[in-house]
């Protein structure tokens, strides 16, 4: 007997459909095996030895998008985040020497263009793309997509292309599938009186520039950002049909707030030319790119680079390297800490003019947050992923807490007060739910650091309100609540809490961006819970105490 043959005539649709879809699969994989693992994007820039703008900026960018970058060099500058002291252009036959050495020996899947700084310079890109291009159709290779950033003038006022210049910029400007003008170098090219001072104008110089070079126009909108208003909105206009149509799509985005915008056009056009082979649209392409762009700006004044405009990150999307999280936490707590110290609770605890139904309150509701608290401490020891972190959180849930819950105990009893009875506040259940909340996720690394803040915020103030009662001259052993003040500067309760930061600082190191933002915003929530928990304690809700 035969064996059985797999005629589609014989099959149900579902199944043959299922069989052609899997053959599909199994084509794709091959040819996969024979395909470039990343695009391969070209830069034709000017240098920026500051590292923020030219093809300094573009290879970051390439990168950070996951395409490989070649990069051919129209100018040597001496630049910073001030400005630009000085520019050697490359002789043109030396242009397209780096031109040719690119593409004599690799495929070029999309190209960027941006600073040409002279006729000749401009001339020569012509030449060589025009070969390109021919060579390219005559191989059936795919044609480049064309980004060309008419750069004129750097941010700083310093023009990056000659008079001359401008004329055979215009000339190459129909080779290119989009042009990426900012707000004055639009103007030029529309031949407009004055810079856009807003949206709409901006949107019909970018219609009238698209019409007249038959390209696609993505108007970069971040002068505007600056000037106001809480978006920076960029422009895309495209040609919609042969016959001089043109549709305009508005690309939004959040406005930042900051000086350090060195390089963000250039930054923005060769993301654009990473992007685009990689999505359906123009659209698509501006979309992702413009978001991505946020983020690279608004992490920019943590960079710290230069004294003037400084540059984006263009690694936004990884942990801070050099920066512990420890040390990026304590920067980014300082507001709610200052307040924390400032607050009259805490005053008040210090000049010893709190009521004790006030700290009472306040005792209480940390009771019942810490059952809470100790439950979470002994899931991270379960959690933990070494046996010495297992060990100190089994020890923080059942020895450093008690001695807290002691002292409570004691305390009621010293005063004569009778807490039984009172339940948990608003305040108290929102503290213990987002901590809950962050446990939920899985994550030991979260939860090591959504309890982190209530180690460290109460050592640190521990420590400084024993040195203020020290400089008030009171001696701590006969100050109302200077048992509570002992507790926390003591140096046993600063060793936990070292070992605690320490634990988070590795978890950090090794967790992706994702995971070090979630354990940086779950500790930042849990510290501003502290406040309002000290809080309450004035503003006490009646709840039976
Ligand atoms: N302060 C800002 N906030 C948000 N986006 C900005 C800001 N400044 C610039 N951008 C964005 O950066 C990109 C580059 O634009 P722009 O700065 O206008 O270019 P150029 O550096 O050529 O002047 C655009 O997407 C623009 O909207
Ligand atoms: C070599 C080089 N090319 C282009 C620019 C312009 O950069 P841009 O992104 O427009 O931003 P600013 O530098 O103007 O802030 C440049 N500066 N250098």
Redesign the pocket.
């Known amino acids: 007997m035969s064996e059985p043959q797999y005629q589609q005539s014989n099959e149900t649709p579902s199944v043959t459909g299922a069989m052609a879809a899997l053959a599909q699969l199994e084509a794709a994989g091959e040819r996969a095996a024979d395909a470039p693992s990343r695009l391969r994007i070209l830069s034709i ?4 030895p500051i590292g ?4 300094m ?1 573009d290879m970051k960018a390439f990168t950070a998008q996951g395409v490989f970058g070649y990069a051919a060099m129209t ?1 040597v ?1 001496a ?1 910073n985040t001030q400005g ?1 002291t000085s520019i050697v252009n490359m002789e043109p036959d030396f242009l397209v020497a780096q031109l040719n050495a690119v593409s004599d020996d690799a495929i070029i899947d999309s190209m960027k263009i ?2 040409l700084g002279t006729p000749e310079l401009v001339e020569a890109v012509k030449g060589w793309l025009t070969a390109l291009e021919q060579h390219y159709r005559d191989e059936g290779i795919a044609k480049p997509v064309v980004v060309l ?1 008419p ?1 004129m ?4 006022g310093d023009a ?1 292309l000659t008079e001359q210049a401008e004329q055979a910029l215009r000339d190459i400007i129909p080779m290119a599938d989009i042009i990426t003008p ?1 707000v004055p170098e639009l103007a030029a090219l529309a031949d407009a009186d004055q810079p856009a001072a807003d949206i709409d104008t901006l949107e019909s110089m970018a219609r009238e520039v698209c019409k007249r070079y038959g390209v696609a126009v993505y108007a970069k909108g971040g002068a505007l950002a600056l000037v106001g208003g809480a978006s920076s909105t960029d422009i895309l206009a495209e040609p919609s049909d042969g016959q001089g149509e043109v549709r305009t799509t508005r690309i939004e985005g959040r406005a930042v707030r900051t000086h350090n ?7 923005l056009s060769s993301t654009l030319a990473a992007l685009r082979p990689q999505c359906d649209t123009w659209e698509q392409a501006a979309r992702r790119a413009k978001t991505w762009m946020n983020g690279a700006i608004a992490a920019a004044d943590r960079l710290h680079v230069g004294k003037g ?1 400084g540059p984006v990150d263009f690694t936004w999307q990884h942990a801070p390297t050099g920066l512990r999280f420890s040390a990026d936490y304590w920067n980014r707590v300082r507001p709610i800490r200052e307040r924390i110290h400032g607050m009259r609770f805490i005053t008040s605890m210090v000049d010893a003019t709190l009521s004790l139904e006030d700290f009472a309150f306040y005792l209480h509701q940390d009771d019942i947050y810490l059952t809470d608290y100790t439950s979470l401490l002994a899931l991270a020891s379960s959690r933990a992923d070494r046996l010495d972190e297992r060990v100190f959180f089994a020890q923080a849930a059942s020895g450093g807490v008690d001695s807290e819950v002691m002292f409570h105990h004691n305390w009621y009893v010293k005063h004569g007060f009778d807490p039984s009875g009172t339940s948990r506040s608003e305040v108290t259940a929102a503290y213990i739910g987002h901590e809950h909340r962050v446990a939920d996720s899985g994550s030991y690394a979260r939860l090591a650091a959504v309890v982190m803040p209530c180690f460290w915020l109460y050592a640190a103030m521990g420590k400084e309100m024993r040195e203020q009662v020290r400089n008030k001259h009171i001696d701590v052993d006969t100050h109302p609540f200077g048992e509570w003040i002992r507790m926390y500067s003591d140096p046993e309760f600063t060793e936990s809490t070292l070992r605690e930061v320490q634990i988070c600082d590795r978890l950090a190191a090794e967790a992706s961006i994702d995971e070090y933002e979630h354990m940086m915003h779950a500790a930042l929530v849990s510290s501003e819970h502290e406040f309002r928990f000290f809080e309450q304690g004035l503003t006490r809700p009646a709840l039976g105490f």
Not at 52 to 55: E, K, Q, R
Not at 261 to 267: A, F, K, Q
């Open positions: 820039e000017g240098s920026d923020g703008a030219g093809t900026a100018s500058l630049q630009v941006g600073m950033d750069v003038y750097a941010k700083s990056l900012n915008v060195h390089g963000t056009g250039d930054t405009h």
